[in-house]
Protein backbone atom coordinates (compact mmCIF):
# COMPACT_ATOMS: atom_id res chain seq x y z
CA UNK A 1 0.00 0.00 0.00
CA UNK A 2 1.20 3.38 -0.44
CA UNK A 3 1.24 6.22 1.68
CA UNK A 4 -1.10 8.96 1.38
CA UNK A 5 0.15 12.28 -0.20
CA UNK A 6 -0.68 15.93 1.38
CA UNK A 7 -0.16 19.06 -0.60
CA UNK A 8 0.08 22.31 0.95
CA UNK A 9 -2.00 25.09 -1.29
CA UNK A 10 -2.11 28.97 -1.07
CA UNK A 11 -1.45 31.94 -2.75
CA UNK A 12 2.44 33.33 -1.99
CA UNK A 13 2.97 34.73 1.32
CA UNK A 14 0.09 32.94 3.56
CA UNK A 15 3.39 30.54 5.04
CA UNK A 16 3.05 27.55 3.06
CA UNK A 17 6.29 26.71 4.01
CA UNK A 18 6.47 27.90 7.41
CA UNK A 19 3.73 25.06 7.69
CA UNK A 20 5.30 22.78 6.26
CA UNK A 21 8.60 22.69 8.31
CA UNK A 22 6.37 23.01 11.50
CA UNK A 23 4.62 19.90 10.34
CA UNK A 24 7.58 18.07 9.24
CA UNK A 25 9.17 18.94 12.78
CA UNK A 26 12.82 19.50 13.72
CA UNK A 27 13.85 15.88 11.81
CA UNK A 28 13.60 17.57 8.90
CA UNK A 29 15.60 20.44 9.64
CA UNK A 30 18.76 18.01 11.17
CA UNK A 31 18.89 16.08 8.15
CA UNK A 32 17.89 18.80 5.22
CA UNK A 33 20.84 20.99 7.12
CA UNK A 34 23.25 17.39 6.68
CA UNK A 35 22.49 17.78 2.81
CA UNK A 36 24.69 21.09 2.66
CA UNK A 37 22.72 22.81 -0.24
CA UNK A 38 20.58 25.47 -0.68
CA UNK A 39 17.83 23.65 -1.99
CA UNK A 40 14.20 23.87 -0.72
CA UNK A 41 12.59 21.12 0.43
CA UNK A 42 9.44 20.37 -1.30
CA UNK A 43 8.60 16.81 -0.83
CA UNK A 44 9.28 14.71 3.15
CA UNK A 45 8.11 12.18 4.19
CA UNK A 46 6.43 12.51 7.60
CA UNK A 47 4.12 11.40 10.46
CA UNK A 48 1.12 13.11 10.82
CA UNK A 49 -1.51 11.89 13.66
CA UNK A 50 -0.68 8.11 13.16
CA UNK A 51 -0.27 7.71 9.39
CA UNK A 52 2.62 7.67 7.53
CA UNK A 53 2.21 10.33 4.73
CA UNK A 54 4.03 12.93 1.79
CA UNK A 55 3.92 16.04 2.64
CA UNK A 56 4.79 18.42 -0.75
CA UNK A 57 4.76 22.03 -0.27
CA UNK A 58 3.50 23.56 -3.61
CA UNK A 59 5.64 27.04 -3.36
CA UNK A 60 5.28 27.59 -6.97
CA UNK A 61 1.63 27.52 -7.30
CA UNK A 62 0.55 30.97 -8.14
CA UNK A 63 -2.72 31.57 -9.74
CA UNK A 64 -1.68 34.63 -12.10
CA UNK A 65 -0.45 34.51 -15.48
CA UNK A 66 2.98 33.55 -15.42
CA UNK A 67 6.44 33.81 -17.57
CA UNK A 68 7.28 30.79 -19.41
CA UNK A 69 9.97 29.97 -16.31
CA UNK A 70 7.87 29.67 -14.05
CA UNK A 71 5.14 27.60 -15.71
CA UNK A 72 6.89 24.31 -15.37
CA UNK A 73 7.27 24.87 -11.58
CA UNK A 74 3.51 25.79 -11.62
CA UNK A 75 2.48 22.75 -13.68
CA UNK A 76 4.71 20.47 -11.11
CA UNK A 77 2.12 21.92 -8.40
CA UNK A 78 -1.19 21.12 -10.19
CA UNK A 79 0.11 17.80 -10.81
CA UNK A 80 1.01 17.27 -7.08
CA UNK A 81 -2.53 18.79 -6.52
CA UNK A 82 -4.14 16.26 -9.23
CA UNK A 83 -2.01 13.39 -6.96
CA UNK A 84 -2.58 14.23 -3.56
CA UNK A 85 -5.31 12.75 -1.68
CA UNK A 86 -5.85 15.56 0.63
CA UNK A 87 -5.03 19.30 0.31
CA UNK A 88 -4.51 21.77 2.49
CA UNK A 89 -5.37 25.36 1.51
CA UNK A 90 -3.66 27.50 3.37
CA UNK A 91 -4.96 31.58 3.39
CA UNK A 92 -3.89 34.33 5.89
CA UNK A 93 -6.40 33.92 9.00
CA UNK A 94 -5.99 37.85 9.37
CA UNK A 95 -6.39 39.45 5.98
CA UNK A 96 -9.46 39.74 3.94
CA UNK A 97 -9.54 37.14 1.03
CA UNK A 98 -7.74 38.44 -2.43
CA UNK A 99 -8.61 37.48 -5.16
CA UNK A 100 -5.68 34.92 -5.42
CA UNK A 101 -7.30 33.36 -2.71
CA UNK A 102 -10.59 33.07 -4.73
CA UNK A 103 -8.96 31.72 -8.17
CA UNK A 104 -7.03 28.46 -5.41
CA UNK A 105 -10.28 27.85 -4.13
CA UNK A 106 -11.99 27.79 -7.32
CA UNK A 107 -9.43 25.61 -8.60
CA UNK A 108 -9.52 23.45 -5.95
CA UNK A 109 -12.68 22.79 -5.87
CA UNK A 110 -13.03 21.95 -8.82
CA UNK A 111 -10.15 19.32 -8.35
CA UNK A 112 -12.77 17.48 -6.14
CA UNK A 113 -10.29 16.42 -3.66
CA UNK A 114 -10.82 16.20 0.12
CA UNK A 115 -9.63 19.75 1.41
CA UNK A 116 -8.67 21.32 5.32
CA UNK A 117 -8.98 24.83 5.22
CA UNK A 118 -5.90 26.55 6.75
CA UNK A 119 -6.19 29.82 8.38
CA UNK A 120 -2.64 30.37 8.64
CA UNK A 121 -1.33 33.43 11.35
CA UNK A 122 -3.77 33.15 13.94
CA UNK A 123 -1.45 33.73 16.58
CA UNK A 124 -3.88 33.76 18.91
CA UNK A 125 -7.48 33.72 19.57
CA UNK A 126 -8.42 37.31 18.32
CA UNK A 127 -6.51 36.85 15.33
CA UNK A 128 -9.03 34.73 13.48
CA UNK A 129 -10.62 37.71 11.90
CA UNK A 130 -11.29 36.54 8.64
CA UNK A 131 -12.85 32.97 9.81
CA UNK A 132 -16.79 33.83 8.95
CA UNK A 133 -15.13 35.19 5.30
CA UNK A 134 -13.68 31.56 4.58
CA UNK A 135 -16.87 29.69 5.31
CA UNK A 136 -18.22 31.49 2.58
CA UNK A 137 -15.97 29.45 0.22
CA UNK A 138 -18.03 26.28 1.02
CA UNK A 139 -14.96 24.40 1.39
CA UNK A 140 -15.74 23.69 5.20
CA UNK A 141 -14.44 24.81 8.24
CA UNK A 142 -11.38 26.69 9.37
CA UNK A 143 -8.96 25.59 11.41
CA UNK A 144 -6.90 28.08 13.31
CA UNK A 145 -3.17 27.68 13.12
CA UNK A 146 0.14 29.63 14.10
CA UNK A 147 3.13 27.68 12.96
CA UNK A 148 5.39 30.26 14.60
CA UNK A 149 4.12 29.89 17.62
CA UNK A 150 3.03 26.40 17.41
CA UNK A 151 -0.49 27.00 18.01
CA UNK A 152 -3.76 24.49 16.13
CA UNK A 153 -1.04 21.58 14.90
CA UNK A 154 -2.39 19.11 17.06
CA UNK A 155 -6.21 20.16 16.25
CA UNK A 156 -4.74 20.02 12.31
CA UNK A 157 -3.19 17.20 12.83
CA UNK A 158 -6.33 14.95 14.25
CA UNK A 159 -8.39 16.65 11.39
CA UNK A 160 -6.15 15.17 8.77
CA UNK A 161 -6.34 11.59 10.21
CA UNK A 162 -9.89 11.96 10.55
CA UNK A 163 -10.03 12.47 6.18
CA UNK A 164 -7.83 9.42 6.42
CA UNK A 165 -9.81 7.11 8.39
CA UNK A 166 -13.45 8.71 6.66
CA UNK A 167 -11.02 7.09 3.55
CA UNK A 168 -10.58 4.12 5.37
CA UNK A 169 -7.14 4.64 4.27
CA UNK A 170 -4.86 1.31 4.88
CA UNK A 171 -1.97 1.93 6.73
CA UNK A 172 1.66 0.74 5.38
CA UNK A 173 2.64 -2.59 5.66
CA UNK A 174 5.65 -2.47 8.05
CA UNK A 175 8.44 -5.20 6.67
CA UNK A 176 9.97 -7.15 8.91
CA UNK A 177 13.80 -6.72 8.79
CA UNK A 178 13.84 -10.61 8.19
CA UNK A 179 12.21 -10.00 4.77
CA UNK A 180 15.07 -11.04 2.43
CA UNK A 181 13.55 -9.76 -0.79
CA UNK A 182 15.28 -6.58 -1.69
CA UNK A 183 12.64 -4.03 -3.07
CA UNK A 184 14.28 -1.75 -6.05
CA UNK A 185 12.37 0.87 -7.10
CA UNK A 186 13.28 2.22 -10.44
CA UNK A 187 12.80 6.33 -11.18
CA UNK A 188 13.68 8.88 -13.25
CA UNK A 189 12.58 11.30 -16.37
CA UNK A 190 10.38 10.09 -18.60
CA UNK A 191 12.31 8.26 -21.60
CA UNK A 192 15.79 7.90 -19.92
CA UNK A 193 15.07 4.57 -20.55
CA UNK A 194 13.36 2.95 -17.28
CA UNK A 195 11.50 0.57 -19.19
CA UNK A 196 14.37 -0.79 -21.40
CA UNK A 197 16.56 -1.26 -17.99
CA UNK A 198 13.33 -3.59 -16.49
CA UNK A 199 12.97 -5.31 -19.79
CA UNK A 200 16.57 -5.89 -20.02
CA UNK A 201 16.39 -7.10 -16.50
CA UNK A 202 13.30 -9.08 -16.99
CA UNK A 203 14.79 -10.56 -20.20
CA UNK A 204 17.76 -12.23 -19.36
CA UNK A 205 17.88 -15.96 -18.90
CA UNK A 206 19.73 -16.51 -15.67
CA UNK A 207 17.05 -14.08 -14.13
CA UNK A 208 13.62 -16.00 -12.97
CA UNK A 209 10.98 -13.69 -13.63
CA UNK A 210 7.42 -14.67 -11.61
CA UNK A 211 4.51 -12.65 -11.46
CA UNK A 212 3.22 -11.01 -8.54
CA UNK A 213 -0.23 -9.81 -7.01
CA UNK A 214 -0.69 -6.17 -5.20
CA UNK A 215 0.12 -4.15 -7.66
CA UNK A 216 -0.80 -0.49 -7.06
CA UNK A 217 -2.17 2.11 -9.24
CA UNK A 218 1.41 3.69 -9.28
CA UNK A 219 3.81 1.64 -10.33
CA UNK A 220 3.97 -2.42 -11.07
CA UNK A 221 5.88 -4.91 -9.22
CA UNK A 222 7.78 -7.39 -10.56
CA UNK A 223 9.63 -10.47 -8.48
CA UNK A 224 12.73 -12.00 -9.99
CA UNK A 225 15.56 -14.03 -8.79
CA UNK A 226 19.45 -13.76 -9.92
CA UNK A 227 21.84 -15.90 -8.05
CA UNK A 228 19.46 -17.34 -4.98
CA UNK A 229 18.42 -13.61 -4.32
CA UNK A 230 15.04 -12.55 -4.53
CA UNK A 231 14.15 -8.76 -5.57
CA UNK A 232 10.90 -6.75 -6.15
CA UNK A 233 11.11 -4.57 -9.13
CA UNK A 234 8.69 -1.38 -8.65
CA UNK A 235 8.61 -0.14 -11.59
CA UNK A 236 7.09 3.25 -12.53
CA UNK A 237 6.80 3.34 -16.32
CA UNK A 238 5.30 0.12 -16.38
CA UNK A 239 1.78 2.09 -16.22
CA UNK A 240 2.75 3.52 -19.59
CA UNK A 241 3.88 0.02 -21.08
CA UNK A 242 0.66 -1.44 -20.03
CA UNK A 243 -1.15 1.10 -22.28
CA UNK A 244 -2.77 3.05 -19.44
CA UNK A 245 -0.61 6.31 -20.43
CA UNK A 246 -0.34 6.82 -24.32
CA UNK A 247 3.52 7.15 -24.84
CA UNK A 248 4.75 10.38 -24.72
CA UNK A 249 2.45 12.14 -23.11
CA UNK A 250 3.49 10.70 -19.61
CA UNK A 251 4.60 13.14 -17.67
CA UNK A 252 7.40 13.05 -15.01
CA UNK A 253 4.84 12.22 -11.63
CA UNK A 254 7.40 13.20 -8.83
CA UNK A 255 4.83 12.38 -6.95
CA UNK A 256 4.52 8.76 -7.99
CA UNK A 257 7.68 8.27 -7.70
CA UNK A 258 8.11 9.45 -3.96
CA UNK A 259 5.48 6.43 -3.78
CA UNK A 260 7.53 3.98 -5.33
CA UNK A 261 10.78 5.38 -3.30
CA UNK A 262 8.85 5.12 0.32
CA UNK A 263 8.16 1.43 -0.25
CA UNK A 264 11.80 0.43 -1.21
CA UNK A 265 15.04 -0.73 -0.16
CA UNK A 266 17.13 0.65 -2.81
CA UNK A 267 15.86 3.30 -5.77
CA UNK A 268 17.43 3.21 -8.82
CA UNK A 269 17.37 6.93 -10.10
CA UNK A 270 17.68 6.60 -14.03
CA UNK A 271 19.12 9.18 -15.94
CA UNK A 272 19.90 9.74 -19.38
CA UNK A 273 24.09 9.34 -19.99
CA UNK A 274 23.67 11.58 -23.16
CA UNK A 275 20.99 14.67 -21.36
CA UNK A 276 21.85 16.88 -18.31
CA UNK A 277 20.72 16.30 -14.59
CA UNK A 278 16.89 18.01 -14.06
CA UNK A 279 15.72 19.70 -10.64
CA UNK A 280 13.39 17.23 -10.65
CA UNK A 281 15.77 14.29 -9.79
CA UNK A 282 17.50 16.56 -7.40
CA UNK A 283 14.00 16.63 -5.71
CA UNK A 284 13.18 13.04 -5.83
CA UNK A 285 17.34 12.36 -4.80
CA UNK A 286 16.98 14.59 -1.72
CA UNK A 287 13.91 12.70 -0.56
CA UNK A 288 15.63 9.52 -0.95
CA UNK A 289 18.83 11.16 1.55
CA UNK A 290 15.91 11.93 4.33
CA UNK A 291 14.46 8.99 3.54
CA UNK A 292 17.66 7.05 4.18
CA UNK A 293 17.13 4.89 1.12
CA UNK A 294 19.70 3.01 -0.49
CA UNK A 295 20.45 4.73 -3.90
CA UNK A 296 22.27 3.47 -6.97
CA UNK A 297 22.66 6.52 -9.83
CA UNK A 298 21.82 4.28 -13.15
CA UNK A 299 23.46 6.51 -16.01
CA UNK A 300 21.86 4.63 -18.77
CA UNK A 301 22.57 5.26 -22.55
CA UNK A 302 25.86 4.73 -22.51
CA UNK A 303 26.37 3.22 -26.36
CA UNK A 304 26.01 6.91 -27.43
CA UNK A 305 29.02 7.68 -25.74
CA UNK A 306 31.48 8.59 -28.43
CA UNK A 307 34.58 8.13 -26.14
CA UNK A 308 33.66 6.16 -23.13
CA UNK A 309 36.16 7.04 -20.70
CA UNK A 310 36.23 10.73 -21.34
CA UNK A 311 31.90 10.61 -21.10
CA UNK A 312 31.71 9.25 -17.96
CA UNK A 313 34.07 11.36 -16.10
CA UNK A 314 32.76 14.23 -17.67
CA UNK A 315 29.33 12.65 -16.15
CA UNK A 316 30.80 12.25 -12.84
CA UNK A 317 32.00 15.89 -12.58
CA UNK A 318 28.57 17.44 -13.51
CA UNK A 319 27.08 14.85 -10.59
CA UNK A 320 29.94 16.36 -8.12
CA UNK A 321 28.88 19.79 -9.28
CA UNK A 322 24.74 18.81 -9.22
CA UNK A 323 24.22 16.46 -6.91
CA UNK A 324 27.35 16.72 -4.40
CA UNK A 325 25.19 16.53 -1.41
CA UNK A 326 24.94 12.29 -2.03
CA UNK A 327 28.24 11.61 -2.32
CA UNK A 328 27.68 7.70 -1.14
CA UNK A 329 26.05 6.65 -3.94
CA UNK A 330 27.48 4.33 -6.61
CA UNK A 331 26.97 4.98 -9.90
CA UNK A 332 26.66 2.38 -12.81
CA UNK A 333 27.33 3.35 -16.77
CA UNK A 334 24.61 0.77 -18.61
CA UNK A 335 23.20 0.15 -22.07
CA UNK A 336 19.88 -1.14 -21.35
CA UNK A 337 19.81 -1.54 -25.21
CA UNK A 338 22.98 -3.46 -25.10
CA UNK A 339 22.29 -4.98 -22.22
CA UNK A 340 25.54 -3.77 -20.98
CA UNK A 341 25.90 -3.47 -17.05
CA UNK A 342 22.66 -4.49 -16.14
CA UNK A 343 23.56 -7.01 -13.44
CA UNK A 344 25.69 -4.60 -11.81
CA UNK A 345 22.34 -3.08 -10.79
CA UNK A 346 20.67 -6.17 -8.85
CA UNK A 347 24.34 -6.67 -6.96
CA UNK A 348 24.87 -3.76 -6.54
CA UNK A 349 21.49 -3.64 -4.74
CA UNK A 350 22.52 -6.37 -2.62
CA UNK A 351 25.59 -5.14 -1.60
CA UNK A 352 23.43 -1.84 -0.33
CA UNK A 353 20.98 -4.04 1.36
CA UNK A 354 23.55 -5.73 3.49
CA UNK A 355 24.98 -2.40 3.85
CA UNK A 356 21.53 -1.30 5.78
CA UNK A 357 21.13 -4.68 7.40
CA UNK A 358 24.37 -4.14 9.13
CA UNK A 359 24.57 -3.24 13.26
CA UNK A 360 27.40 -1.64 14.97
CA UNK A 361 28.48 -3.17 18.08
CA UNK A 362 28.49 -0.80 21.25
CA UNK A 363 31.22 -0.91 22.44
CA UNK A 364 32.54 -0.11 18.89
CA UNK A 365 30.38 3.08 19.13
CA UNK A 366 31.54 3.45 22.39
CA UNK A 367 35.42 3.57 20.75
CA UNK A 368 33.79 6.15 18.35
CA UNK A 369 32.65 8.20 21.22
CA UNK A 370 35.81 8.17 23.06
CA UNK A 371 38.52 8.60 20.01
CA UNK A 372 36.66 10.82 17.38
CA UNK A 373 33.91 12.79 19.66
CA UNK A 374 35.89 13.64 22.59
CA UNK A 375 39.24 14.93 20.69
CA UNK A 376 36.86 16.79 18.54
CA UNK A 377 34.06 18.15 20.94
CA UNK A 378 31.65 20.74 19.54
CA UNK A 379 31.27 24.39 20.92
CA UNK A 380 28.72 26.56 20.36
CA UNK A 381 28.88 30.28 21.37
CA UNK A 382 31.30 29.49 24.40
CA UNK A 383 29.02 26.62 25.40
CA UNK A 384 30.75 22.92 26.01
CA UNK A 385 28.38 20.33 24.32
CA UNK A 386 28.92 16.70 26.21
CA UNK A 387 28.36 13.64 24.42
CA UNK A 388 27.67 10.99 26.84
CA UNK A 389 26.47 7.68 24.80
CA UNK A 390 26.15 6.97 21.32
CA UNK A 391 24.31 3.90 20.23
CA UNK A 392 22.91 2.52 16.73
CA UNK A 393 19.27 2.31 17.34
CA UNK A 394 17.94 0.50 13.89
CA UNK A 395 18.50 -0.90 11.13
CA UNK A 396 17.39 -0.75 7.49
CA UNK A 397 17.60 1.96 7.73
CA UNK A 398 20.57 2.72 9.96
CA UNK A 399 20.21 4.66 12.80
CA UNK A 400 22.53 6.28 15.51
CA UNK A 401 21.07 8.00 18.48
CA UNK A 402 23.61 10.49 19.83
CA UNK A 403 23.08 11.53 23.67
CA UNK A 404 24.58 15.16 24.59
CA UNK A 405 23.51 17.92 27.21
CA UNK A 406 22.82 20.64 24.48
CA UNK A 407 21.37 19.10 21.45
CA UNK A 408 19.41 22.35 19.74
CA UNK A 409 22.81 23.91 20.40
CA UNK A 410 24.82 21.67 17.45
CA UNK A 411 25.73 23.50 14.36
CA UNK A 412 24.51 21.03 11.07
CA UNK A 413 28.67 21.31 10.17
CA UNK A 414 29.13 18.77 13.25
CA UNK A 415 25.97 16.40 12.30
CA UNK A 416 27.55 16.14 8.77
CA UNK A 417 31.78 16.20 10.50
CA UNK A 418 29.80 12.81 12.43
CA UNK A 419 27.91 11.29 9.68
CA UNK A 420 31.05 11.39 7.67
CA UNK A 421 33.06 9.79 10.34
CA UNK A 422 30.66 6.79 10.67
CA UNK A 423 31.20 6.26 7.14
CA UNK A 424 34.52 6.62 7.04
CA UNK A 425 34.80 4.02 10.18
CA UNK A 426 32.17 1.69 9.66
CA UNK A 427 30.80 2.40 5.99
CA UNK A 428 27.22 2.27 4.75
CA UNK A 429 28.55 2.56 1.03
CA UNK A 430 25.02 3.11 -0.93
CA UNK A 431 22.81 4.16 1.80
CA UNK A 432 21.28 7.05 3.37
CA UNK A 433 21.52 6.80 7.43
CA UNK A 434 20.44 8.44 10.30
CA UNK A 435 21.65 10.34 13.12
CA UNK A 436 19.46 11.45 15.65
CA UNK A 437 20.15 13.80 18.80
CA UNK A 438 18.87 13.41 22.43
CA UNK A 439 19.11 15.39 25.50
CA UNK A 440 20.67 12.96 27.89
P1 LIG B 1 11.30 5.44 -19.98
O1 LIG B 1 10.36 6.51 -20.37
O2 LIG B 1 12.27 5.95 -18.96
O3 LIG B 1 10.67 4.16 -19.59
O4 LIG B 1 12.21 5.17 -21.28
P2 LIG B 1 12.11 4.01 -22.40
O5 LIG B 1 12.62 2.74 -21.85
O6 LIG B 1 10.76 4.02 -22.98
O7 LIG B 1 13.18 4.54 -23.45
C1 LIG B 1 13.07 5.79 -24.07
C2 LIG B 1 13.83 5.80 -25.38
O8 LIG B 1 15.23 5.64 -25.12
C3 LIG B 1 13.45 4.67 -26.31
O9 LIG B 1 13.44 5.17 -27.61
C4 LIG B 1 14.54 3.64 -26.10
O10 LIG B 1 14.74 2.84 -27.24
C5 LIG B 1 15.74 4.52 -25.84
N1 LIG B 1 16.73 3.83 -25.00
C6 LIG B 1 16.51 3.18 -23.83
N2 LIG B 1 17.65 2.65 -23.34
C7 LIG B 1 18.63 2.96 -24.22
C8 LIG B 1 20.03 2.70 -24.27
O11 LIG B 1 20.64 2.05 -23.44
N3 LIG B 1 20.72 3.22 -25.33
C9 LIG B 1 20.09 3.94 -26.30
N4 LIG B 1 20.83 4.40 -27.28
N5 LIG B 1 18.78 4.20 -26.28
C10 LIG B 1 18.05 3.73 -25.26
Not at 300 to 327: A, G, S, T, W
Amino acid sequence: MSRPVIAIVGRPNVGKSTLFNRLVGERAAITSDVAGTTRDRVYYETTLGTYDCILVDTAGMEFEKKKDLEADVQAQAKLAVEEAHLILFVMDGTQPLTKSDLDCAMFLRKSKKPILLVAHKCDNKESLVYGPEMHTLGLGDTIPVSSIHNMGIPELEAAIEKVFKKMKWKKDRKRSDKDETIQIAIVGKPNVGKSSLVNSILGEDRVLVSPMPGTTVDSIDTSVEFLKQKYVLIDTAGMRRRGKVRQGIEKYSVLRSLQAISRSDVTCLVLDGSDDIANQDLHVSAYILEAAKGLIIVVNKRDLFEDVDEEQKRFLRMMQYRMNFIPWAPVIFVSALKRKNIFQVLESAKHIQEERSRRIPDEKLKTFLETTIHSHPPTRSGKKIIFSRVFQSRTRPPIFSFFCNLPDLLHFSYRRFLENELRRKFGFHGTGIKLEFWRD
